[in-house]
């Protein structure tokens, strides 16, 4: 195919997925128009834009290598690290060098705090991969004389931070590996970037009501079939836009865009709040910046006295503007709702969905509880102080937690792409996701890349992952906010 003879396509979202392979496609020749409803272009990303409902406008997410037995993973966050440390070079922050806190890729370390004094099974087995992969020599493990020997010579010593476990006597801590190649990106600054290079490139933008998508528009399909064909899209100042291929990479927002996408995708939420400081309280502006204080993630898989799981929590080191973010992930909770007719998969008629963004800044009681329990024992100085912020953050969970990049097959000639599912850890990829999705959109099997068995469509793939509970469990929120 000649380059003049390249497809359209337009893409629904302008988050991390949307721009990444927004690049790539446009790196390939094809046209490229991109609409969202946000108004990206004159909020740049805002974090703190109180109406902006996407996964990819914030702060700091977590970048880690460290994937259990998932080594696919694992090779594409190498790949994304070096990538990441290409474009920082090129933005002129070379080495460490995070001058105003400019940098987009913070190699702060992170140190994944055992449950107990001891490491767990699944600790083990990310150890074996990194060993396998020639990796072991970048982790330090607390309890090992040697690792803390290697730690001092390579200078990540002091990050190797010692925690109490509440209520030992005599008092224990509980061991932690320290991993030498995570840190964590500076997400909406990352959006931003690759926005303008999308711009230098070519790459057309749809903003605000111009940006907004109402529906797909369809048309029967000539060629013998009874699948429909997207020729296009709709969007709510009535405009209706001609492409080749709509690719929707509408984040949590997908199955409404899409109710195709039903039985492969469930939105739930993260919980995430804040303490902000500022300079003049300089203890803690020092203990706490991202030099001295790595990425910390914590499982607290051992069921507390009355049996609760407050487990899988992480903070993350203070931003420039003075922020430390905590996140809990240990019960993703849903809101379901009255599914629509066009859904393919409902659970007694009904889907997760986001909740209105004006109702995601309260947090679900046993969320609050073990984020509390969390600052107690790592960020001490906070044990009586009310956080700053409080939010809801919504993922896009799929059946296995890998993301679905494909064609979606109940629609005719190649006409509608998916780009999602980023369950709680897309942010990372974001430079190099797009080149593998781009792969995988012109070449469907005949793609090269290593990803392409794991994001595919998979439409005989059990609901697991939590998307098998449904509405009325313990997760759902949605009679909460009834
Ligand atoms: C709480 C939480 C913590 C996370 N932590 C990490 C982490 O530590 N590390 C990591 O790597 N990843 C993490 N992730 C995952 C990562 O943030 C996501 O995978 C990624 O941001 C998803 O990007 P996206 O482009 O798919 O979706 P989004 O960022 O949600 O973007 C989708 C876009 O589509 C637009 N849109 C929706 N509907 C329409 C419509 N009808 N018309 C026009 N536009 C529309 C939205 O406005 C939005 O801009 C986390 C996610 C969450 C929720």
Known sequence: MQA???????????????????????????VVNVFDRNVYHENGYDPEGDDVQAASV???????????????YQRLAMESRNAWMIQDNKRGFLGDNDEN??????????LRVQPTTHLDTLEKETLANMERDGLRGTQFVKSSPNDRERAESLGWKAKLLDFDIPETSPTQTFDAVLDSLAGFVRCSSACTYWYDI??????????????????????PCSAGTLKEKVIGLKTRDGVIHNADTVVVAAGSFSTQVLPELSYHLESSAGSVA????????????????????????????PRNRSG?????????????????????????????????EGATFTQDGKWSVPLPADEC????????????????????????????????????????????????????????????????????????????AADILENGDRSTTYMRTFWRW?????????????????????????
Request: charged letters at 25%.
């Open 4 to 30: 003049a003879d390249k497809k359209s396509v337009a893409i629904i979202g302008a988050g991390i997925f949307g721009l990444s392979l927004a690049v790539a496609l446009r790196d390939k020749n094809y």
């Open 58 to 72: 914030d702060l700091n997410k977590i970048f880690r290598a460290s994937y259990g037995t998932k080594l696919h």
């Open 101 to 110: 806190g400019g940098r987009l890729f913070v190699n702060s370390g992170m």
């Open 198 to 219: 999308s711009v230098a490139k070519g790459v057309k933008f749809n903003f605000g009501k111009e940006g907004s998508v109402e529906s797909l528009v369809k048309i």
């Open 274 to 301: 804040s303490f902000k400081i500022n300079p003049s309280q300089k203890d803690l502006w020092d203990k706490y910046s991202p030099e001295k204080f790595p990425v910390i993630t914590w499982k607290a898989s």
């Open 308 to 340: 609760r799981d407050t487990g899988s929590i992480y903070a993350l080191p203070r931003t420039p503007e003075g922020y430390i973010k905590i996140g809990f992930r240990g019960i993703k909770f849903t809101n379901f709702q009255p599914a629509p």
């Open 361 to 436: 800044k309260t947090l679900p009681e046993p969320a609050m509880y073990a984020m509390k329990q969390f600052v107690s024992i790592f960020l001490p100085e906070f044990e009586d102080v009310p956080f700053s912020t409080t939010k809801l953050c919504w993922y896009t969970d799929s059946l296995d937690n890998s993301f679905v990049i494909d064609y979606v097959p109940d629609f005719a000639e190649n006409s509608v792409f998916i780009c999602t599912g980023g369950s709680g850890h897309g942010a990372k990829f974001l430079p190099v996701l797009g080149e593998h």
């Open 458 to 482: 998979r439409p005989g793939m059990p609901r697991r992952n939590g998307l098998e509970d449904g509405p009325g469990g313990p997760r759902d929120i949605s009679g909460e906010f009834a």
